[in-house]
């Protein structure tokens, strides 16, 4: 989804950051422990008219050049801050060494740097499966209006050597704004999927989304019927060349994507539908479920979740009940007092603390979150009539497996076999192989997509009547 659990992954792994005096200047790396998972960091200092600059790399997560501020150095202690992340670090230097800890909301983390020279870190991360030429398939780039006619969007298509016709599918990515690579992390997943079907076989076609890359449009007013009727219009474009088999399109949507290839499927133009991750229980459900999940494996104890679940609850409730956009807030502040106050707040606290809470909720308050928390998937599942094949990953923390999965073989009983309905175990939200699903791994982890599963999916496309 949009992935509000990737922000806090991304805090924790960039946390860090460094202050000194002459002593500070140059390049320090070292690695944070972030529920036994290790974040490589990378930090340079130099001076400029008495004042310490400062910017930090996570590497991992393709993260570069993330200001620092409020950099101080006495000559021993050290301190500083994020431009843009709340979070603060304080050391002591000890010889070519800072050894201190960074806080962020209230828990503490050790953090240890050691003063390296920046060419010689090699904390670039490993991303084996990313292509690398020659490649044994055509790309053409490509460009397509959507319906309106007011928005480009720019793409590329992966074409097997040879006429055709062959197998063509259409990517669509998950929530938040993506290029046509689906970069997260420091991972290309679109374009690795893309790589192998072509040698395959299967031509793709994977774009930048509104307002991403060379795109045109603002992507922070699009809702999930927008970026539906953008996929619809991408499939549209595909049949157009010559070497497609007009009997064999098909989307292959990932996340909010699959959810968007619900919709797709049901009211026709697609001959297949390829679902990863894809939300199938109502969102609300499918929202606390999410909460839950990630706080539970981020160790929060049970009254912290118990206190987070209600809260959402009720948000949400006010969300599916507001009919106008331009009333939620109002509505929302309104709850948050009368949650406030059935908590013990006093009348004098209250606004204050409305409004704290409605600053954090501020970021998620969007045209697109709004629709999308009254969208069911089940109305759309029902009038699918063509081949879907479904996958979950067991270690997913975002979409729940058995949650989804096991909703989604009840939805189609009456579907025959055109669902075909897969879970796999060890895989964790983005398709990597995971020790805990946890969000912290995405980044670290080597694997971008398993290619099992892309292995799985060749098949399937093939076997197609």
Not at 37 to 51: I, M, R, S
Request: charged letters at 20%; one cysteine or more.
């Amino acid at each position: 989804m949009r992935k509000p659990a990737l922000l806090l992954a991304f805090v924790l792994a960039s946390l860090c950051s460094q202050a000194q005096e002459d002593g500070l200047k140059g390049s320090w790396s070292g690695s944070l422990d972030v529920m036994g998972q290790k974040l490589p960091l990378l930090f340079h200092f130099e001076q400029a008219e008495g004042d310490w600059k400062g910017t930090a790399d996570s590497p991992a997560q393709g993260a570069k050049g993330m200001l620092l501020k409020n950099i101080l150095f006495n000559g021993l202690m050290v301190s500083w801050e994020f431009e843009q992340i709340p979070a603060l670090y304080e050391g002591v230097m000890v010889g070519d060494t800072l050894k201190g800890n960074f806080t962020q909301s209230g828990t503490l983390f050790p953090l240890e740097l050691a003063r390296v020279p920046a060419e010689s870190i090699g904390l670039e991360p490993r991303r084996p499966q990313e292509p690398q030429p020659p490649f044994d398939y055509d790309e053409i780039e490509t460009s397509f209006a959507n319906t309106s006619g007011q928005l480009k969007l720019e793409g590329t298509i992966t074409k097997p050597k040879g006429a055709g016709p062959f197998p063509a599918l259409v990517l669509i990515s998950g929530s938040g704004p993506q290029n046509r690579n689906g970069e997260l992390l420091g991972h290309k997943p679109f374009w690795v999927i893309a790589d192998y079907l072509a040698r395959k076989g299967i031509a793709v076609l994977r774009y930048d989304e509104r307002g991403v890359g060379d795109s045109e449009g603002d992507f922070s007013q699009a809702t999930s019927y927008d970026l539906k009727g953008d996929a619809a219009d991408a499939v549209a474009h595909l049949r157009k060349f010559p070497f497609v088999d007009q009997a064999k399109v098909g989307v292959m949507g990932h996340s909010e994507g699959g959810m968007i290839g619900w919709m797709l499927a049901a009211e026709g133009g697609l001959n297949f539908l390829i679902a990863v991750a894809a939300p199938v229980v109502p969102i609300d459900e499918f929202m606390e479920q999410q909460t839950l999940d990630v706080l539970k494996i981020s160790g929060a104890n049970q009254e912290m979740i118990d206190q987070r679940l209600a809260l959402n609850r009720k948000v949400y409730e006010v969300l599916k009940n507001t009919e106008h956009f331009g009333d939620l807030e109002v509505n929302l502040k309104k709850m948050l007092q009368e949650h406030l106050s059935e908590l013990g707040i006093d009348d004098q606290s209250l606004e204050a603390e409305a409004s704290a809470i409605m600053d954090a909720f501020g970021p998620t308050l969007t045209p697109w979150f709004f629709e999308f928390m009254k969208f069911s998937s089940e109305p759309f599942i029902k009038q699918i009539p063509v081949p879907v094949y479904a996958a979950f990953g067991g270690k997913d923390i975002q979409v729940n497996a058995p949650l989804n999965a096991e909703a989604l073989r009840k939805m189609t009983t009456d579907q025959g076999d055109l669902f075909k309905i897969i879970s796999y175990p060890n895989l964790n939200h983005l398709f990597q192989t995971a020790e805990t699903g946890a969000i912290t791994e995405y980044a670290i982890n080597t694997e971008t997509f398993s290619q099992s599963v892309l292995e799985d999916l060749v098949k399937w496309i093939k076997s197609l009547p």
